[in-house]
Structures are given as C-alpha cells and as structure tokens.
C-alpha cells in the first residue's frame, strides 16, 4: 500500500501535467477526424393509433449526425426514423408535433439531433346520412317518375371528422330509367369519396312510375240530344236550341296528341223523360281516342223540353 502511495504522489506534478496533455491530444486528434453532417429529407416511418386518420406518406426530416471522416458519407435511405402516435399527443385535436426517434444503420455514426415533424391528424367519425337517388336517363314520353324509396333510408359514414361533418347525404350510383315504362326496384351502390366508408355499401332503390296525364281543353263542342222518348207521343227538343259547351280532358302526351275535332262528343239522354215537362239534365261525353279521360264540362247541364203531341 506504501509502494503504491510511493508511486502516485512521486513526482506527481510531472504526471499531472503529462495526463492534462494527453487529454488535450486526445480531444484535438478526435475533433480534427470526426465531424457532423445534416442529412435531409430521411424517411420517416409514421404508425397511428387507432381512430385516428392523416396523409403520413410522404413526411420527412432532417437529422444531424457525427462520426468519422470515412463513415459520415451516408443517404438519407441508411437512417430509419420513426413517430408513433395516440390520441393523447395531439395538440388542440389536430396537429400533432415530436421528435422522431432515429437509428443509423452505419457503425461509428452517431445522431446527434432530429428535427421534429408536423403532422396534420383528425379523428376518425361516423354519422348517419340520407341516401339521394341518382337516375340515368328520361322514362318512356307516357310515363314519370311519382315516388322513389331508399332500404335503408340511411347510411352510416365513417371518415376523416372534418369530411365527415362536410356531408349532408350520400348519392347513389346511376340507376338506369331511359324509357322506363313501370315500377321496378334496382340494387344500386353508394358513391362516395375516396378514404370515407359506408356501411352498408349499397342500398335498395324502389322507383314508382305512373302514367303521364296532360290536360287539353276543347271548346264549343255541340250538344247531342238522345231521346227515347220521341216516338211514345212526345217531342224532345233542347229548351234553348243549339248549345256548346267547353270540355277538358286529360290523357296521355300521345293519347291527347291524337285528339281531333270530332273526337270528343257531347250528348244529353232524355231517353227517360216521360211526362210533359222541361228538365235539367247533365251532359255527357264520350271519347273515341282511348286513354283520354273527361275532367270537366262547362257548363254541366241543358234544360230539355218534352211536349206532348197532339193527337
């Protein structure tokens, strides 16, 4: 123990000074071939928690790194950067900012600083929408389109939160009715944008077609008078002589197209009237184009008179 006490305290100065030498050397030999280099644009390698969603593709940084003069040459490919992230680092819901933690691939290369990343995050949502019906082409000239029903009415959308909250309904994709001429039902997917989920994926269209009716009004149409009456001892006459009256119809676009002016007649049935006397009697109409109905008539009685014959 004396010996080795001997041996550090003689001559101590001397060795003292010998070992701060040393060190100097050390540290100026290690600073003339070692040095640092920033290395841009490496990779980084982004994991998101669940829920959450963001366009992580394509995010990189820069990343300082030492090391000796014939190692420090390296690619932004020989560093490995990565971020993980949950819903309790994100800042104001949104934004989330941290320091990759980053491996070089290279011995004697050591990272010495990493800049932090900016990631732009939102939270994954769901929200129920009504479905919008989408129709290719025009239905048959005689025909339109009088209801349409969605099973289901709804559809849940899941997404990005502020895409999600931008919707106010989901439009089907075309459902075919070029010359439609009934009611049919038509399984129709949901069309959405990309990176946004549906459930369920397609809906149930039930489209109610109804005949077109347009109306036409046809005016001073002559009055007919049937009269079965005439040949049992009495006269049947128009109280006020030859009477018009204005007539509508409805039908078809090609039923009311092939009116003509005789078309359409007007005639009131007496046959019935026995006694002597002057009655008021509805007028009725007929139609030789088929499809075409009657709405009104104006106006929609004639007085008749019925005389007895003199013998």
Request: with cysteine; net charge positive; proline share 4%.
């Amino acid at each position: 123990m004396n010996r080795l006490y001997h041996l550090i305290i003689h001559d101590g100065l001397r060795k003292i000074i010998a070992l701060v030498l040393a060190v100097m050397l050390y540290f100026g030999i290690s600073l003339r071939i070692t040095q640092e280099r920033t290395i841009s644009n490496v990779p980084v390698k982004v994991t998101l928690a669940s829920g959450l969603v963001g366009d992580v593709s394509d995010v990189t940084t820069n990343v300082t790194v030492k090391g000796f003069d014939k190692n420090i040459d390296i690619a932004p490919g020989d560093l490995t950067a990565e971020v993980t992230v949950d819903h309790n680092n994100l800042v104001s819901g949104r934004t989330y900012i941290a320091e990759p933690s980053v491996i070089s691939s290279k011995s004697g290369v050591v990272v010495k600083k990493c800049d932090k990343v900016t990631l732009h995050l939102q939270k994954v949502v769901s929200r129920q929408l009504p479905v919008e019906v989408k129709y290719d082409g025009k239905p048959n000239a005689n025909f339109t389109v009088t209801g349409t029903a969605v099973i289901p009415e709804e559809v849940t959308v899941i997404g990005a939160e502020d895409v999600v909250n931008s919707m106010r309904v989901v439009v089907t994709s075309k459902v075919p009715l070029e010359d439609a001429a009934a009611s049919f039902e038509y399984k129709s997917a949901v069309s959405v944008m990309d990176d946004i989920k549906v459930e369920p994926a397609s809906v149930l269209v039930q489209t109610q077609m109804s005949r077109k009716f347009e109306p036409r009004a046809v005016k001073g149409v002559p009055v007919m008078l049937l009269s079965g009456a005439a040949g049992n001892g009495y006269s049947v006459e128009l109280a006020n002589g030859k009477v018009a009256v204005d007539i509508v119809v409805s039908g078809s676009p090609s039923a009311i197209a092939a009116i003509k002016n005789d078309s359409i007649k007007a005639f009131v049935d007496a046959s019935k009237v026995r006694s002597e006397s002057t009655r008021v009697l509805p007028v009725e109409c007929s139609s030789s184009v088929e499809g075409v109905v009657v709405r009104s008539v104006t106006p929609g009685t004639v007085a008749v008179k019925v005389t007895r014959l003199k013998k």
